[in-house]
């Protein structure tokens, strides 16, 4: 159903309640302008913030066909531009003519980024922007559908985190009210979107990790940063840290140790203590890089989080955690460890719910296009390679 025949059977339900008298075609004209000017302000002052414009920069890029001010009579909801225009405001924005229209709310909270004090204003506000069109998307396709997307808190009832002893018992007391056992998590993307924890991939500039946040007062949003990621095990122990955020109540303690405590509780979550204890024992001197290793490639956790780990469980001791270090700067292993794990984190969620709205006859090709937000000619080649 498009977006006018909702607002008209709206408006008439509003206008019979309050005004006890049917509608005219006027009234419901006016008040239809009135509305699409406003959600058109709004969208489009999001794709320029979401492109990092100025309005000076707009009218740049589009050759100066259009001044500054009227760009900016547009962005104050004065007019809507025709349809040619809309065109090519689409193109030097990069998104579809769709996107000005869409009238899914997507409110964010407060936004927490991993390293914002690195990060400049205007490319906080781009990674808020790029986090609202996604989310917007999204949560369109679950609302066409029928979907819920209710979160269960499972740690709402946890007590304030102060210290390694809670993160530890959090994050076992997760696996349990998960069903996770204690065995390697093999997906943790999947994971957390079972779980109705939206998670967004986000290519952007590198100033940050990830982000957390919940959407329109309830919706748990988890994000990191894909073009810093290349390794999957970067990418898991980013989302628990980033989920630990999410969930945990945090006593009087400073923010880099609440960043410490994040790290924690996502190396427990990766590799249970019982798990470690397992792999290397009660108490070591020290440790090989082959059952480092051969532990990463079993439990998606990097070799210098296991080390990290064994540290805060007593398994080492803290000069063999500075020794090992020391020996990863030597060789140059920071960033690339001698052994890789060779895990997937993805979700296919999306997409499954996308060809399954198209299927079922709930929206068209082209609604199908700009919900992935590529031109209808790039969705129709994909989707006919697949069906």
């Not at 007391?173 to 967004?200: A, F, Q, T």
């Not at 803290?318 to 990863?328: D, G």
């Not at 997937?344 to 296009?369: D, G, P, T």
Request: charged residues 25%; proline residues 2%.
């Amino acid at each position: 159903m498009g977006f006018c025949m909702v607002y008209k059977k709206v408006f008439i339900v509003i206008h019979i309640l309050y005004f006890c008298k049917p509608y005219s075609d006027v009234e419901f004209s006016f008040y239809f302008i009135i509305v699409m000017k406003e959600i058109f302000a709004q969208r489009f002052k999001s794709a320029r913030l979401m492109k990092g414009y100025s309005l000076q920069d707009l009218a740049d890029a589009l050759g100066n066909q259009w001044t500054r001010q009227s760009l900016f009579r547009y962005e104050k909801g004065e007019v809507i531009p025709d349809s040619n225009k809309i065109n090519l405001l689409g193109k030097a924005l990069g998104v579809d003519p769709g996107y000005f229209f869409r009238t899914t709310q997507v409110e964010l909270g407060d936004v927490e980024f991993r390293k914002l004090s690195k990060m400049p204003q205007k490319e906080a506000i781009i990674i808020r922007e790029v986090t609202k069109e996604k989310l917007s998307r999204y949560l369109e396709l679950e609302e066409i559908l029928g979907l819920s997307n209710a979160f269960d808190d499972c740690l709402n009832d946890f007590e304030l985190v102060t210290g390694y002893e809670q993160v530890n018992m959090a994050a076992s007391l997760l696996r349990e009210r998960w069903s996770l056992g204690n065995g390697p998590i093999y997906n943790i993307v999947e994971l957390l979107e079972g779980k109705n924890i939206k998670v967004l991939d986000l290519r952007v500039k590198d100033d940050f990790d990830g982000l957390q946040t919940r959407v329109n007062g309830s919706i748990p949003v988890i994000a990191y940063n894909a073009n810093k990621m290349s390794k999957p095990e970067r990418v898991r122990f980013t989302l628990l840290h980033e989920l630990a955020h999410l969930l945990l109540k945090f006593g009087d303690i400073s923010e880099k140790q609440k960043e410490v405590l994040c790290n924690q509780f996502a190396g427990a979550m990766l590799l249970p203590e019982k798990m470690l204890k397992k792999e290397l024992g009660e108490r070591r001197n020290d440790l090989s890089i082959n059952e480092l290793g051969g532990i990463k490639e079993q439990y998606g956790i990097s070799m210098q989080a296991i080390v990290m780990r064994a540290r805060d469980c007593g398994v080492i001791s803290h000069s063999y955690t500075k020794q090992f270090f020391f020996l990863i700067k030597q060789m140059n292993w920071i960033g690339e460890e001698p052994i890789e794990y060779l895990g997937v984190e993805e979700s296919n969620r999306f997409q499954q719910l996308l060809y399954k709205a198209l299927l079922e006859e709930k929206i068209s090709m082209s609604k199908a296009a700009e919900l992935n937000n590529q031109s209808l000619a790039e969705f129709r080649k994909g989707y006919q390679m697949l069906y």
